[in-house]
């Protein structure tokens, strides 16, 4: 990840890393309304559910904060083809991001959100400004959407301040990129108003069982390596917080994205298997 040259200022309501527990609340504020974390741990994305439908799987008073799947303003289709190949060391996930479309999504969900205990980031997939500004319109009545993560896809800097400048309004916006996108495209969506952002996971390739290209999200271990790359290289582009997350499988991995200057760690594919091994008790490592 190329980092943008940017003067090192402390950024603005971010303790000073190594001051600070990684346990310790943030607070991301648009002045309007707040969204508060008691902790540092948020899930990815599509890991569990639209309303924390995979909560066997994790206790979610655990989480900073839950995160919706992702949605689209329109209803989308499960990918067609292998939705899940694996490789050494990981995993890569085409799933279409299939979703019944934001509206239907807040009429079955929102009471279901109010009722969690820890605040909802609902995820948004986003293609156009006019577009994002009609979902954050909706979802700015709905109390208990705390907050928003900002599904921007391999844009460049200008699209991204662009899309991120239509969702700014009452709520805090996280605004996310892939793994490996330039500095230059995290600092573009900072300045256009994001209250954070955060790095989802990078983009592959695999040959799928008929011979063919499956390209999609890829997860594991191997990807952890990255993560912890990135996250130094960000420190010297943005002046707001940075969620990061990436191959974490165990509480050391955790504490060294927090500790190379994260402010959050993101959890995916060990919810599904381990998510004890990082989301132990408060001062209980992980081998």
Partial sequence: MKAASVPAEPRPNVPAHGTEAPYASLELS???????LSSRWVNAAGFLGLAGEARELVDLAQLGAFVTSPLSLQPRSPARGPRLLHFPGGFLLHTGHPNPGL???VRRHAAAWADLPIPVIVHLLLRTPDEAAEMVALLESIDACAGLELGLGEVDADQAA???AACTGEMPVIAQLPLGTPGTVFAAAAEAGAQ?????APRGALRGPGGGRVHGRLY???VFPFALQAVAA???CVRVPVFIGGGVYNRQQAHALIEGG???VILDGVL????????ANDGAGAA
């Fill in 103 to 105: 509206g239907a999504a």
């Fill in 30 to 36: 648009t002045g309007k309304r707040d969204l508060v």
């Fill in 234 to 236: 960000l420190r010297d």
């Fill in 272 to 279: 599904w298997t381990e998510a004890e091994r990082v989301l």
């Fill in 262 to 264: 994260a402010d959050g």
């Fill in 220 to 222: 594991g271990p191997a």
């Fill in 162 to 164: 662009r899309l991120v």
């Fill in 196 to 200: 954070a952002v955060s790095v989802g």
